[in-house]
């Protein structure tokens, strides 16, 4: 690994503690944090394509549980498919439900 | 391309996925042709030659047991992944299309030994998932990992994969393992051979053959359970973040930095990449050219110039107690100083300092922007590895450079390369990135790939790791005495596996009977 340069990014956020309950908020940073936080992958890409404020999945506001299941389950561009072995159906849904904040 | 390996029946699969999802329940048995595209590689040169039939997901090693001895009864072929994230190596796929994956993902139990610096894991827990337990719980001991820590530790250190930190070879680290055998029998190695011996994880020999390594990158067991070595957090970390302005700077800076990591004033793997490594994380390639072929001259300027980027970079790193730090600093500075640095920026944290996320790598913080390289073409990417392993001579090293980077243009690819240090090698990981989304470039890939394999065979270097179309090409390189590391392989792959159904072609180890798809 070489010097990394990113700029105007903020520490780590700890991600939640481990736990095989189905929280969608918990289940969010134990399964899809890595690259949907402040430094991953998914948010360094998404902002390049939308408002940096809203690359993180989380601060977004135009999810639907649908689309975050579909999204998850076939991948999108350089997001590959989260198989169902690492993420299970019900997880799945529960993390859904969370970014989508109430719409189905 | 690698011939096909003769696919199993469709019946015989059949059964013997029925019979699995007895032992696993249907929610951890996963067929339709979603969770088959889903277990298939991602970072392809042909996304469907290495799609599987199945998945299952066992929760225990005796699960993992009953799941081998229904492959065997129904001689169908198993994959296993621990979490099937090895992404430029084949991510989650087999080697043989219309395997069963065996999806470790879910046997996830940490045990951690506070005072000895040692971790018992299973082969689900990723390095994220480590790292929470160990921050959450305030033990005072890091990991190492690599560049995409989104995977398994335990799997990465099966595929010998690389940190920074001078736990950095992570094969080293392992110390005792738990192995279901391919017959279904299980054995625990080293000192855990003795029931509830408390040295398992402390003394990685036993008595006798010593087996751990014999289940790295092989198809000899199914890893159930790993002891790993941890790193005691350090007093203090100090450094340099080191950038070199021209090309033929790669040999002097190799050169001052071999001598170091041999003597131990360097304990770190230190790893020199290119300009190209930075910069393919923070842009595309868009915003700088819409010509064809390899980035020109004029080009890579200007990047380097928009990020203030060294041909090459290298980040140095010392560990440990302050005093002693101190004096190998002193002895660094004035090394490198010596070899005229275009910069040399310092580095110090003391447990309790915030530092940058960019500088995870050394701090044991695992990490996954390093994978924005996938979209350096502006769309689906990805990347293909060549890696020979090299000596630690900056001569030698520039010869590989040039003959490589001769090659990339010869091919119009974006040159990235690393050489990271190992104690006394050095592996050359060069990254093909790849554009999915172009055809005509996606046909060049296979034919840049083995151009470079047989090139650097030509100076007796081979590689450390493979994906999975080249795993058989990589291994004939090894052909010393007629390829009698391969016979010995494939008799040791026939006396614990007859019935070849273990990861048939894993590192170009198959089974008897089966064809070899090797093309040279």
Redesign the interface.
């Known amino acids: 690994m070489r010097r990394w340069v990113l700029i105007g990014l903020s520490t780590l956020l700890p991600l939640a503690a481990h736990s095989a309950d189905l929280d969608g908020k918990q289940l969010f940073h134990e399964k899809c944090a890595m690259c949907h936080g402040a430094v991953g992958m998914g948010t360094g890409l998404l902002a390049r394509r939308m408002k940096p404020e809203v690359a993180p999945l989380e601060m977004r506001e135009d999810l639907s549980a649908a689309y975050v299941e579909r999204a998850a389950r076939v991948g999108i561009l350089n997001m590959p498919p989260i198989t169902r072995g690492d993420v299970s159906d019900a997880q799945l849904a529960s993390i859904a439900r969370y970014l989508a904040k109430g719409k189905p | 391309m690698d011939a096909p390996h003769t696919p199993p029946s469709a019946a015989a699969l059949d059964k013997a996925l029925k019979a699995m999802t007895a032992v696993v329940g249907s929610?951890?048995a996963?067929a339709t042709e979603?969770?088959r595209?889903?277990?298939s590689d991602?970072f392809p040169i042909d996304p469907h030659r290495h799609r599987p039939f199945a998945?299952v997901?066992p929760t225990s090693a005796e699960q993992v047991q009953a799941l081998v001895k229904i492959a065997v009864a129904h001689r169908v072929p198993i994959w296993t992944v621990s979490?099937?994230k090895n992404?430029g190596y084949g991510?989650?796929a087999p080697v043989v299309a219309g395997s069963i994956v065996l999806?470790l993902?879910?046997m996830?139990r940490?045990e951690v030994d506070v005072e000895n610096a040692t971790v018992l894991l299973e082969p689900g827990v990723?390095f994220?998932?480590l790292?929470?337990?160990l921050?959450?719980r305030n033990i005072p001991l890091w990991l190492s990992v690599p560049?995409n820590?989104?995977g398994s530790v335990i799997g990465n250190a099966l595929d010998r994969g690389l940190g920074?930190t001078p736990y950095g070879e992570h094969t080293r680290n392992l110390c005792g393992m738990e192995v279901v055998l391919p017959d279904g029998d299980m054995v625990r190695t080293g000192m855990g051979a003795m029931p509830n011996a408390p040295t398992w994880q402390l003394h990685k020999y036993g008595y006798g053959p010593a087996w751990d390594q014999l289940f790295v990158q092989s198809n000899f067991g199914i890893v159930t359970k790993a002891g790993m070595w941890l790193m005691p957090q350090p007093q203090i970390v100090r450094g340099f973040?080191v950038e070199m302005d021209r090309m033929e700077d790669l040999g002097p800076l190799i050169d001052t930095i071999g001598p170091l990591r041999r003597e131990g004033v360097l304990l770190q793997s230190p790893?020199?990449?290119?300009w190209f490594?930075?910069a393919n994380?923070?842009t595309?390639r868009k915003q700088w050219t819409d010509q064809p072929g390899s980035l020109s001259d004029e080009v890579i300027a200007a990047i380097r110039k928009q990020?203030?980027?060294g041909w090459?970079?290298?980040?140095l790193r010392v560990y440990g107690r302050e005093t002693v730090v101190q004096a190998n600093m002193d002895i660094l500075e004035k090394a490198l100083t010596a070899i005229k640095p275009m910069s040399m920026k310092p580095f110090s944290w003391r447990p309790g300092e915030?530092?940058?996320?960019?500088q995870?790598?050394?701090m044991g913080?695992?990490?996954?922007?390093?994978?924005?390289s996938?979209?350096w073409f502006g769309?689906?990417?990805?990347h293909i590895g060549f890696s020979p392993v090299l000596t630690q001579s900056g001569k030698l090293a520039m010869e590989q450079f040039n003959r490589t980077y001769a090659r990339y243009k010869e091919f119009g690819m974006d040159y990235q390369a690393?050489f990271a240090f190992g104690e006394r090698h050095m592996l050359n990981v060069n990254a093909v990135l790849l554009n999915l989304d172009d055809p005509q470039f996606m046909k060049r890939v296979d034919p840049f790939l083995r151009t470079l394999i047989a090139d650097a065979r030509q100076h007796g270097y081979g590689e450390y790791r493979a994906h999975i179309d080249y795993m058989d090409t990589v291994a004939d390189c090894y052909d010393y005495n007629n390829h009698a590391l391969r016979r010995l392989n494939e008799r040791v792959k026939n006396a614990l596996d007859p019935a070849g159904i273990l990861a048939p072609g894993k590192s170009g180890v198959w089974p008897a009977g089966h064809h070899r798809g090797t093309k040279a």
């Open positions: 929610a951890a996963f979603e969770d595209d889903a277990y991602h998945a997901a979490r099937g992404l991510t989650a999806d993902s879910r996830q940490i990723g994220f998932d790292y929470d337990y921050q959450t560049g820590s989104w920074y973040d790893t020199i990449g290119n490594r930075a994380i923070l595309t990020f203030g980027l090459w970079g290298v980040s915030p530092f940058s996320p960019t995870g790598g050394w913080v695992p990490m996954t922007f390093p994978m924005q996938a979209n769309g689906r990417g990805g690393s």
